[in-house]
């Protein structure tokens, strides 16, 4: 399976190389540097790709190693200045992953990136996005206060004051199929469009393995116990920085039900019902419906419908 949000090809230098100031300071002055600009509107495109904007025509802010392609070293830049209180994720028009705003001019917001880049930039955008957000979040030591450095060229900040480091978070998210022969078990959140259904998703709690965090949120959420946990695929996130993490799960027993108030509704579908859902043309639509009318699934772009198209091919 080949989701949206992967495929960036480049070396992340995730080795001595960004520990060595020396290098880094080669990198920022490399002719061929060039960085990927990204703010609260999105990313900035040009004819349909990612633009890579030479470093040395922007001012301002601090350039994050992205890593190196054939050319040379490709940087994140923030274009939005540093701010206290509620921040923005990087091109999503809000401060928890609200449907994005309308492009405009050269910018694009981060879901309608993945839907139009192709998969290498989409992975290019998602990796800048992440790590974008993980700065703009953790510009504070979490151990002391103090507010911290940039080392390793950006994968990694210090705290001046008491020594400690931080690195970028990754929150691990489980999303699965619950499955009973030829029918699939999915559920709708209140604020998507008319008809949409999903796959169930949830965080991984401390101390929990991914099995049991499967089996943990299908029960929480729709009221029925699995059994068989199988793993199928994976999907980054940028939204701010979570790695969904794709299984499918078989029924064993229980009657649908709403668990908790992060659903509107929970219901079996049936194979034909899926199947015709697949061959409409995907609503890009974010605004909120009911769960009457024909099923509608997620967009092409989330791993829940790669999921479901999975489950369908014989």
Same mark, same amino acid.
């Given at each position: 399976?080949l989701n949206?949000?992967?495929?960036?090809a480049?070396? =992340?230098a995730?080795?001595?190389?960004r520990?060595?100031d020396?290098?880094?300071?080669?990198?920022?002055e490399?002719?061929?540097?060039?960085?990927v600009?990204? $703010?609260?509107?999105g990313?900035?495109?040009?004819?349909?790709?990612?633009?890579?904007? +030479?470093?040395a *025509?922007?001012?301002?802010?601090?350039?994050?190693?992205l890593?190196?392609d054939?050319s040379?070293?490709?940087f994140?830049?923030?274009?939005d200045?540093?701010?206290?209180?509620r921040?923005?994720?990087?091109?999503?028009?809000g401060?928890r992953?609200?449907?994005?705003?309308?492009?405009?001019?050269d910018?694009?917001?981060?879901?309608?990136?993945?839907?139009?880049l192709?998969?290498e930039?989409g992975?290019?955008a998602a990796y800048?996005?992440?790590?974008?957000?993980?700065? =703009?979040?953790h510009?504070?030591?979490?151990?002391?206060g103090?507010?911290s450095? @940039?080392?390793?060229? $950006?994968?990694?900040?210090?705290? +001046?004051?008491?020594?400690a480091?931080?690195?970028?978070?990754?929150? +691990?998210?489980?999303?699965?199929?619950?499955t009973?022969?030829?029918?699939?078990?999915?559920?709708? *959140?209140?604020?998507?469009?008319?008809?949409r259904?999903?796959? @169930?998703a949830?965080?991984?709690?401390? %101390?929990e393995?991914?099995?049991?965090a499967?089996?943990?949120e299908?029960?929480?959420?729709?009221?029925v116990?699995?059994?068989?946990v199988?793993?199928?695929? #994976?999907?980054p996130?940028?939204f +701010?920085? #979570?790695l969904m @993490? %794709?299984?499918?799960?078989?029924?064993?027993s229980g009657?649908p039900?709403? $668990?908790?108030?992060?659903?509107q509704?929970v219901?079996?579908?049936?194979?034909?019902?899926?199947?015709?859902?697949?061959?409409?043309?995907?609503n890009?639509?974010?605004t909120?419906?009911? &769960?009457?009318?024909?099923?509608?699934l &997620? &967009?092409k772009?989330?791993i829940?419908?790669? @999921?479901?198209?999975?489950?369908?091919?014989?």
């Open positions: 399976m949206a949000f992967t495929g960036a480049l070396d =992340r995730g080795d001595g190389r520990r060595d020396a290098w880094l300071a080669a990198q920022l490399h002719p061929a540097a060039r960085a600009v990204a $703010g609260d509107r990313l900035r495109i040009a004819d349909g790709a990612i633009e890579l904007v +030479p470093l *025509q922007l001012n301002g802010g601090t350039p994050l190693l890593g190196l054939a040379g070293p490709v994140a830049y923030d274009e200045p540093p701010r206290d209180g921040v923005p994720m990087i091109g999503s028009g401060v992953g609200e449907p994005p705003k309308e492009a405009s001019g910018r694009v917001p981060l879901r309608q990136a993945a839907a139009r192709s998969r930039d992975g290019l800048t996005a992440a790590l974008l957000n993980w700065h =703009r979040r510009r504070y030591c979490s151990a002391c103090h507010e450095d @940039l080392v390793e060229g $950006g994968l990694t900040r210090r705290c +001046p004051n008491c020594g480091e931080h690195h970028p978070r990754t929150d +691990p998210v489980v999303i699965m199929l619950v009973d022969g030829d029918r699939l078990l999915l559920g709708r *959140q209140a604020a998507w469009p008319t008809g259904y999903s796959a @169930l949830g965080f991984v709690e401390p %101390g393995s991914l099995e049991e499967v089996a943990r299908v029960l929480e959420e729709a009221g116990r699995v059994g068989r199988d793993y199928i695929s #994976s999907q996130w940028p +701010p920085a #979570s @993490l %794709g299984f499918s799960a078989t029924y064993e009657k039900r709403i $668990g908790d108030e992060e659903l509704d219901r079996w579908f049936t194979r034909d019902e899926v199947e015709t859902a697949a061959g409409e043309a995907s890009e639509d974010w909120a419906g009911s &769960p009457d009318g024909p099923l509608a &997620p &967009p772009l989330a829940a419908r790669r @999921l479901i198209e999975n489950w369908l091919t014989p």
